[in-house]
């Protein structure tokens, strides 16, 4: 959706990351100047130490990756992450424009939008030491694709075994004797023999 | 000298002899002998000679775990995946279960359940004509209407379009199916088979009509989700088998 901004002399922009951490919780970074609130999430602002790499946009459904990084993570925090794996988590990015004399998001259609919408795919992590305090904070690189890519690249369906079937139903042994029957050979109409 | 020791005698003399007769003579006692013995020995094999025990036929089934169970939409013939075989009867029947297509979701058109029915059931190329319950083979008819009907009553098949449950009798016919958990031996209530369309196949070894295994079977079956938005939603939406978009992120009006 294209934005109105025809109205206003001046403008900031922003961008705000929500990522959906399984079994821990919500993460809200922006690197807007104050901490601001979209849809009831109050996201925590960071400014600089939040990057967000490049996206393309435009109007067909495209595949796309995107980095987030963040700097500037106390060492104390480091086990915390690696315990509730980003992997896999859900993520958007959404830019907001506002007004840099208010600092609040412009009340127009369609702001703020949704620049990114995937998932988590890889994370790395990088240690920065600074010698003069001896200590060390970190920098976590979120690899991100977008749900296009992840439909591109999602298999789903059922295959004729017993763990695809359980998956889906855990009381279901329909699928049990598939492994057995593979290449087997049946003596059909030669008498005697227990029943197979 | 008694009677019989004369005849030793002339026997004796006749076979001792250096001339023609007495050669003619020994050569046709020996074929003689020898013709009895020969006869004696094939008697010995005839009074040993039983039927032939009957040794059946080796049957190897191609199932695998790799097999994926398709998604059909609108009309479609296929043979399905192979997922269990069973040999019961004193190996005298065997039972041959596939699975067709996964069972597909609600239609947007009308938000009606999607039905998957059975037209035609093929047998190598043969339609199968059933009895009145929809399950017992009667003839298998051939492209021109030839009807072959000496296989009658030894092939069954029973249709399934919902789970192990879910028992249906193709089109044009009437009749209960039981469920396939009482079709198939040494099945159980927990073989749900939950949301799939397939079918049993039963076959009893008949030497003398040459029913001695299973036929290429091919199913033509017709989904009521035919049209493309319906098609479009339907995989787009489903956890099981679409991509899972969640339903929230789709216009449908």
Same mark, same amino acid.
């Given at each position: ?196 | ?60 089934? /191609?199932?695998?775990?790799? $097999?994926?169970?398709?998604?059909? =939409?609108?009309?479609?013939? #296929? !043979? &399905? ?67 072959? /009907?000496?296989?009658?009553? $030894?092939?069954?098949?029973?249709? =399934?379009?919902?789970?192990? #449950? !879910? &028992? ?86």
């Amino acid at each position: 959706m294209a934005l109105d901004l025809s109205s206003y002399r001046a403008v900031q922009t922003a961008n705000f990351v929500k990522m959906v951490i399984e079994d821990y919780g919500n993460i809200l970074v922006s690197n807007a100047q104050v901490s601001q609130t979209i849809s009831g999430d109050v996201y925590t602002n960071i400014g600089q130490l939040l990057y967000i790499s490049d996206s393309r946009s435009e109007i067909r459904a495209l595949e796309q990756s995107v980095t987030v990084g963040i700097s500037g993570i106390p060492a104390g925090s480091v086990a915390q992450i690696l315990d509730n794996n980003p992997k896999g988590s859900a993520i958007t990015i959404r830019q907001a424009f506002y007004n840099p004399t208010t600092g609040t998001i412009l009340s127009i259609a369609g702001n703020p939008l949704i620049k990114f919408r995937g998932i988590v795919t890889n994370y790395n992590m990088t240690e920065e030491w600074d010698n003069a305090s001896k200590t060390a904070s970190f920098t976590i690189v979120l690899e991100c694709t977008s749900l296009i890519t992840n439909i591109l690249e999602k298999v789903s369906g059922r295959r004729t075994n017993d763990a695809d079937q359980q998956t889906l139903y855990p009381d279901d042994l329909s699928m049990s004797r598939v492994s057995t029957i593979t290449r087997a050979q049946f003596q059909f109409g030669k008498p005697g023999g227990a029943a197979v | 000298m008694s009677f019989v020791d004369s005849l030793l005698n002339i026997g004796s003399s006749l076979f001792s002899g250096g001339g023609l007769g007495s050669n003619i003579l020994r050569t046709a006692v020996t074929g003689l002998a020898l013709n009895r013995l020969t006869q004696s020995t094939n008697k010995g094999s005839d009074s040993s000679r039983t039927q032939p025990e009957e040794q059946g036929v080796s049957v190897q089934t /191609t199932a695998s775990t790799e $097999n994926k169970i398709p998604v059909l =939409y609108g009309r479609a013939v #296929t !043979g &399905g995946q192979l997922f269990d075989v069973r040999m019961s009867n004193n190996n005298n029947t065997m039972h041959y279960c596939y699975v067709l297509s996964e069972r597909t979701g609600t239609q947007i058109s009308n938000s009606q359940a999607s039905v998957i029915s059975f037209n035609n059931i093929y047998w190598s190329g043969y339609k199968l004509n059933f009895q009145a319950d929809g399950i017992t083979v009667a003839s298998l008819e051939d492209l021109q209407g030839n009807l072959r /009907t000496n296989w009658a009553g $030894n092939i069954k098949v029973w249709c =399934y379009n919902n789970g192990s #449950t !879910g &028992g249906v009798v193709p089109v044009g016919y009437s009749g209960t199916v039981p469920p396939a958990y009482g079709v198939v031996p040494g099945w159980q209530p927990s073989w749900e088979m939950n949301q799939l369309v397939f079918a049993v196949v039963q076959v009893n070894y008949v030497r003398a009509f040459n029913l001695v295994g299973i036929g290429n079977m091919t199913f033509d079956i017709e989904n009521t989700m035919r049209l493309p938005g319906d098609v479009l939603y339907d995989i787009s939406t489903n956890t099981r088998y679409g991509a899972g978009i969640p339903a929230t992120d789709i216009k449908a009006t």
